[in-house]
């Protein structure tokens, strides 16, 4: 008889501490819904991103640093209780389109994010039921990666890497300063369309001040050393937009730059701190951060991607590079210095 006894009180204790137990509602990690800790005891939600990348070069692993620096922030840090799938595609649309497929078919990702203009359109082809951000992606109505920039809809929005004013500014600048400057070389693949759309936009605010823009086109890397070398002796000076395959080469445009002391003008920050003279912009960094707390908010609070606004760089700068200009033969004045709002950052020595 205690033998029996003593098997009951053990069977109503478990059952005791097993109801005490089904009181959370499930496991910890169905339990935490905002990535955090939910209590004593309970296990931090984990993560899973996936980032396609479409090839590596300063602007674009700037915006990935910043992307993960947001996230790390807001608690959701690598190796801790997130993992990512980071992918690059090395600047061949062959494999951007296996990354969007390998990804797509990855249920365990909780979002998604392309970098650049490419590999943000290979995955919204793709990637239909997860969250989808974009980073430096130069025309995203353009790119017919949203429809409308305040209220994207569906499971994709993310931030501009342009904003049209920058090259407005920029001509305004060459212009003023640069008054010889009647001709200005542009390397330029015209597969990429964020290329195409800012060449545009670039030819059109320098005819407005009777400058001509050449165009030099390439199909990839390996052609822009000899596309920059053709434009000596026809151009005054030279300039680039964010295309991939001419900023991954854009060592040889210095190269050449400085060989002949022809001024070279960019379209990023990246590029300027590398060895181009001047370029009115923002620090990618900040960019793909800005992304990043877009991601924090879609994954520990539930919002819709469709609902958020497709945001755009709003502090822009002119950066000048005081060692490109001699080396390209520019005399910078205090009236050029005197243009540049941050001083102590946008001036690099």
């Avoid at 300063?58 to 992307?67: I, K, N, Q, V």
């Avoid at 001040?209 to 026809?234: F, M, R, Y």
């Avoid at 924090?296 to 919002?303: H, P, S, V």
């Amino acid at each position: 008889m205690k033998k029996k006894f003593w098997l009951s009180l053990m069977m109503v204790a478990s059952m005791i501490v097993a109801a005490g137990c089904g009181n959370n509602g499930g496991t910890a990690t169905e339990s935490e819904g905002t990535g955090g800790s939910a209590g004593e005891g309970s296990a931090e939600k984990s993560y899973r991103i996936a980032i396609s990348q479409i090839v590596e070069h300063p602007s674009l692993d700037a915006t990935r640093e910043g992307f993960i620096a947001a996230l790390k922030d807001a608690g959701i840090e690598e190796n801790k209780n997130l993992s990512i799938d980071y992918n690059n595609a090395q600047g061949d649309s062959t494999n951007n389109l296996s990354i969007a497929q390998k990804i797509s078919g990855d249920s365990k990702n909780d979002l998604v994010l392309g970098i650049a203009t490419p590999s943000a359109l290979a995955l919204a082809q793709q990637v239909k039921e997860k969250p989808l951000l974009f980073a430096a992606v130069t025309d995203p109505l353009g790119a017919k990666l949203v429809s409308d920039m305040d209220k994207p809809g569906g499971n994709i929005t993310g931030a501009s890497d342009t904003n049209p004013e920058a090259i407005v500014q920029l001509a305004d600048f060459i212009a003023k300063h640069l008054m010889d400057i009647k001709t200005v070389g542009l390397v330029i693949n015209e597969g990429e369309p964020n290329a195409v759309v800012m060449a545009k936009n670039a030819e059109e605010a320098l005819a407005k001040h009777g400058i001509t823009l050449v165009k030099a086109p390439v199909t990839n890397t390996s052609e822009v050393k000899q596309a920059t070398d053709s434009l000596v002796g026809k151009v005054d000076a030279f300039y680039i937009t964010l295309d991939n395959s001419v900023v991954s080469a854009v060592d040889t445009i210095i190269q050449t730059a400085n060989k002949n002391q022809i001024p070279f003008f960019s379209s990023d920050r990246d590029t300027v701190e590398k060895g181009a003279f001047a370029t009115v912009g923002f620090k990618y960094y900040d960019h793909g951060y800005q992304v990043g707390e877009m991601a924090a908010d879609i994954l520990k609070n539930g919002t819709n991607p469709g609902d958020m606004k497709v945001t755009v760089p709003d502090k822009l700068d002119l950066i000048l590079n005081l060692k490109a200009a001699e080396a390209q033969g520019i005399t910078v004045t205090d009236e050029m210095k005197a243009e540049v709002k941050d001083q102590d950052n946008n001036i690099i020595q």
